[in-house]
């Protein structure tokens, strides 16, 4: 069974940062577009940031210029790097590895924003 570890969510206050990190396998990582989605209570789980093996970004509308994605390879972890964090932030955010079209997730993190 593959595992993605995520290590790094918490409580923090409203305009605060957070830096969640996902580590995965090397034989999964290394073929991998690495990504965060979260889900509130109540909500649909929804992506939030994606990096490729080649380094290219996608976020989602309500994250972009507030939250980053790295991956460090020598690792294989990937980072979300979240900043001006807002209560509507409040989510457990899972790692997801997407290998050839086959998805692997974490167990999630818990990241609340008080406001």
């Known amino acids: 069974q593959v595992q993605l570890v995520e290590s790094g969510g918490g409580l923090v206050q409203a305009g605060g940062s957070l830096r969640l990190s996902c580590t995965a396998p090397?034989?999964?990582?290394?073929?991998?577009?690495m990504g965060w989605y979260r889900q509130a209570p109540g909500n649909q789980r929804e992506a939030v940031a994606t990096i490729t093996l080649t380094g290219n970004t996608d976020f989602a509308d309500s994250v972009k210029g507030r939250f980053a994605i790295s991956r460090d390879n020598a690792k294989n972890t990937v980072y979300l790097h979240m900043n001006s964090l807002k209560p509507d932030d409040t989510a457990v955010y899972y790692c997801?590895?997407?290998?050839?079209?086959?998805?692997?997730r974490g167990q999630g993190t818990q990241v609340t924003v008080s406001s």
């Open positions: 997801n590895a997407n290998a050839f079209g086959r998805n692997y």
């Open positions: 090397r034989d999964i990582f290394v073929i991998s577009t």
